[in-house]
């Protein structure tokens, strides 16, 4: 095995763990809106007094939510898209299928490195004006947390795709399907 190929598979593995952990953190973000919730529910029917920033932690959940799992999705090939086209066309002609693979996987890296370098500077900004979201004196809560989990997200996202290109360059394998790539 190559140095080139060890060192890109390492950094894939590397970024698959990261996947990994950002989804399960995202896992206990959607069990911690549960309870938050389900709280809001009970002591808004039972006792008359309703969590006062239930809308806005759901709002902010969401989104963290949403960018803490969406590294995990791009590791398991699960991203949203048509790929009709490639399952007709994969039948086929599959080292044509796994080029157009190959293709979305380079726009899809391009696409994510723009996210997080349009999100940096947001981030930058939120964190030195301490800039919040919600109701003063009734619930607020900071928005450079999200800002950065959309950065951070989009990078790890930037990583994953990066490395499903590098990987069949190394070594091509258009004939092969996704789920052969890391092995060998």
Not at 66 to 74: A, S
Request: with cysteine; net charge positive.
């Amino acid at each position: 095995m190559s140095a080139l190929r060890k060192t890109v598979l390492g950094l894939s593995t590397f970024g698959n763990a990261l996947a990994i952990g950002a989804n399960a953190i995202g896992t206990l973000v959607v069990l911690g809106l549960v309870a938050i919730v389900n709280y809001d529910v009970v002591a808004r029917g039972v006792f008359n007094a309703p969590f006062l920033g239930a809308v806005e932690v759901v709002q902010f959940s969401m989104v963290l939510i949403v960018f803490l799992q969406l590294p995990d999705v791009v590791r398991v090939n699960r991203l949203t898209r048509s790929d009709g086209f490639l399952v007709v066309v994969g039948a086929r002609y599959p080292r044509f299928a796994g080029f157009l693979r190959h293709v979305v996987d380079t726009i899809s890296a391009a696409l994510m490195a723009l996210i997080a370098v349009a999100i940096w500077p947001e981030f930058v900004e939120m964190w030195q004006t301490q800039d919040y979201f919600g109701v003063p004196g009734v619930f607020t809560a900071p928005w450079w947390p999200v800002k950065l989990v959309i950065c951070l997200s989009a990078a790890l996202c930037t990583w994953l795709f990066t490395c499903k290109v590098l990987l069949p360059a190394i070594r091509p394998a258009w004939g092969r399907g996704r789920e052969h790539e890391d092995t060998e």
